[in-house]
């Protein structure tokens, strides 16, 4: 064990705080305790001098000098080892009675040290002096009881001090290692985390105290984090992946260019056509980056409320022509208003993809439906279609970026469309769900309502 590491630990800095303030609380209980007996056996011992005193003033009221100093000789007599000690001197100071030869001479009962009485002893005595018929009469009782307490107190208390501070420690070593073992094992977890291991996980051991509590969120930070990494592993491959076949068309058409130049025939064709698949490239990294935006959760800022109603009709309304122009049919079920939080762009947006998709995917001939209605406190938005759909094993991936089915390889697009409408969706915290139609996809959304009012 290293000292430092010792003192470091946080449960030994608690434990060996908290054994001072202990110590602290129990010195100032016991003093306290101390000087309550004391003041008690100081009033004992004033109480019995006094009623001394008061004995042998009456013998000498009742039977004079000479009572009174044979009175003073019989108590003397009585007192064994100096417990208690009398005193009687004639006007001249010269002693007439009593177990002691000098005594100070004071006005109220006090305590004095033994050796001004001529005794030999480490304790004083409390000591009360009066004067009857002339006569100084000195009655005094030994505090030697107090000095036995005091010496008790303060060897009890010592022995008291090193067996508390003796358990402390012992409790905080034990806690600092027990405290140390599972910070370690924390560690070991984050250094895990560190090198890429995002399954990692604080097994909880402290029986639901605040370090696994704190664990707890560390395991539940770390697997979200992994799932982040994960995605953001996924985005960059299928980036990477789904941008080389334009890339790669783009290098054919200029090599054909290329050689059409060299045999001198003219090479407008292969441009256009290049100037196309840039302009598409391009378009992809727009949107690329306009998910990222919504992503961010930058629009926020933007947010107000809107009535959704009013949106989808407005682009229901301006994709008519171009769905009739499809030969398809647009039916739209609105009820309103129906009010939401959000971004009235961003909802333009993402009704405007899925009304495309059902163009783009859908053969001649097929129904679009808009429907909007309010349902337990939200507002239920879908667009569906009679088309092909999706089937359900693909209904997770096409929200990927730049996924798009095998069956649509040759439909002009970038697979961007739901990711989009997946990340609308999110930021305006909505639920989003891809069911079948029978035949047909429903692309709907929850969004939660605001309030029904009237605009
Ligand atoms: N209404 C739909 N009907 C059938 N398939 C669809 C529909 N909407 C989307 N899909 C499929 O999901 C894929 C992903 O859609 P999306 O992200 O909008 O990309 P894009 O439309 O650019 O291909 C599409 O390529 C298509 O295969
Ligand atoms: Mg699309």
Not at 228 to 236: G, Y
Not at 260 to 279: D, L, M, N, R
Request: charged share 20%; net charge negative.
């Amino acid at each position: 064990m290293r000292p430092i590491k010792l003192f470091q630990s946080s449960g030994f800095r608690i434990a060996f705080t908290f054994t001072l303030v202990f110590l602290l609380a129990a010195s100032i209980a016991g003093a306290t305790a101390f000087s309550i007996i004391g003041e008690e056996l100081v009033k004992r011992h004033e109480r019995v001098l006094a009623s001394d005193y008061e004995t042998l003033r009456s013998t000498f009221l009742a039977g004079g000098l000479t009572d009174l100093s044979e009175a003073v000789a019989a108590h003397a007599a009585a007192s064994r080892n100096h417990e208690s000690v009398y005193l009687l001197l004639d006007p001249g100071s010269a002693k007439i009675a009593g177990n002691i030869d000098a005594a100070p001479s004071v006005s109220t009962p006090q305590m004095v040290p033994a050796k001004e009485l001529g005794l030999n002893a480490d304790f004083g005595y409390f000591i009360q002096r009066g004067v009857v018929g002339g006569n100084a009469l000195v009655v005094g009782s030994s505090a030697e009881d107090i000095s036995e307490l005091q010496e008790i107190f303060v060897e009890g208390s010592l022995w008291a001090f090193v067996v508390l501070i003796a358990i402390s420690l012992s409790g905080a070593v034990f806690l600092s290692h027990r405290m140390n073992r599972r910070i370690e094992v924390i560690q070991n977890t984050l250094e895990s985390v560190a090198d890429g291991k995002f399954d990692a996980q604080i097994p909880a051991t402290g029986g639901g105290d605040d370090i696994d509590r704190l664990s707890e969120i560390i395991n539940s930070t770390v697997s979200r984090l992994g799932t982040s990494v994960e995605s953001v592993r996924q985005i960059s491959n299928d980036i990477s992946h789904d941008l080389k076949t334009p890339l790669n068309r783009l290098r054919i058409i200029m090599e054909e260019a290329f050689e059409k130049q060299a045999a001198g025939e003219p090479v407008a064709g292969e441009i256009e056509e290049a100037i196309g698949e840039i302009s598409r490239i391009i378009g992809t990294f727009d949107a690329l980056l306009r998910i990222a935006q919504i992503e961010s959760g930058a629009r926020k800022a933007r947010f107000a409320d809107v009535d959704l109603a009013t949106i989808l009709e407005n682009i229901a309304e301006f994709y008519s022509t171009l769905v009739e122009d499809e030969g398809m049919k647009l039916e739209v079920q609105i009820e309103r208003p129906l009010i939401v939080h959000g971004d009235r762009e961003l909802l333009s947006q993402l009704f405007a993809n899925l009304i495309e998709n059902a163009l783009r995917h859908c053969p001649g001939g097929s129904v679009i439906t808009c429907s909007l209605a309010s349902k337990d406190s939200l507002a239920v938005a879908s667009v569906c279609d009679n088309g092909p759909g999706i089937p359900e094993n693909e209904r997770d991936n096409v929200l990927r970026r730049l996924y798009r089915l095998e069956t649509s390889r040759t439909t002009p697009g970038s697979g961007l469309g739901l990711s989009m409408v997946n990340a609308i969706a999110d930021l305006h915290h909505a639920t989003l769900s891809l069911e079948d139609n029978k035949p047909g996809l429903c692309v709907t959304s929850r969004f939660p309502l605001v309030g029904l009012k009237d605009l």
